[in-house]
């Protein structure tokens, strides 16, 4: 009976630190959104969607916090990786829709900026997007790094593209990016999750 009654007070103080880790996640996550964001940085600078992009990459930690009660280097990872791709995913979209964002008065990198500019800080931060995913590999299993290695090189050549043609002059459509950019994040989540499902032993663990 003390058994019982020890087993469930660890797991009710388990389940109650969760959550309130969780919880204190999710109220840093709305206080920024609102105070930091959409007050200060989204019509103010053109690094807004760089710093405001913190508020979109914070489910993953809320996530982990949720089911382990605490934080470790994997999540904050996870949030780098989001973290990285948010610019060249919402400048994709902006360079298409510049004279919307002008009109509006939000200063978006390319409502201010040279197109090369913009594609040459799009180029820079898919880069990191995809050397952020590589971190994780040592932790996840075949599938996961197969994955990312894959969808890392079809992002990449994309935002290559993107930049050499504006550079050469050519015509550009941003939007292709920017799908792209959806797709890539879309298939590397589904390639961790698919690892995690299957159990597979950790890159890490062969070495």
């Known amino acids: 009976?003390?058994?019982?009654?020890l087993g469930l007070a660890s797991f009710l103080w388990l389940w109650w630190r969760a959550n309130l880790l969780a919880g204190l996640l999710v109220v840093v996550t709305i206080a920024f959104y609102v105070l930091v964001y959409t007050m200060?940085?989204?019509r103010r600078t053109w690094q807004n969607v760089v710093?405001?992009?913190?508020?979109?990459?914070?489910?993953?930690?809320?996530?982990w916090a949720a089911v382990t009660g605490s934080l470790s280097w994997e999540p904050i990872v996870l949030f780098l990786v989001i973290f990285f791709w948010t610019p060249p995913h919402t400048w994709a979209l902006a360079m298409r829709y510049k004279e919307d964002y002008k009109a509006a008065g939000v200063p978006m990198l390319p409502v201010i900026a040279t197109e090369q500019h913009v594609t040459k800080q799009i180029l820079f931060y898919t880069w990191a997007t995809v050397l952020a995913t590589l971190v994780i590999v040592p932790a996840a299993g075949l599938v996961y790094a197969v994955v990312t290695v894959l969808a890392g090189a079809w992002f990449l050549y994309v935002a290559h593209q993107l930049y050499?043609?504006?550079r050469g002059g050519a015509s550009v459509k941003p939007l292709k990016l920017?799908?792209?950019s959806n797709n890539y994040l879309a298939v590397v989540c589904l390639g961790?999750?698919?690892?995690s499902v299957l159990d597979l032993p950790t890159i890490a663990s062969y070495f």
Request: hydrophobic share 60%.
């Open 40 to 42: 200060v940085l989204k």
């Open 192 to 195: 961790l999750a698919v690892d």
């Open 1 to 5: 009976m003390f058994g019982v009654v």
């Open 51 to 63: 710093w405001g992009g913190a508020a979109g990459c914070m489910p993953v930690m809320v996530g």
């Open 164 to 166: 050499n043609s504006v």
């Open 178 to 180: 920017f799908l792209q």
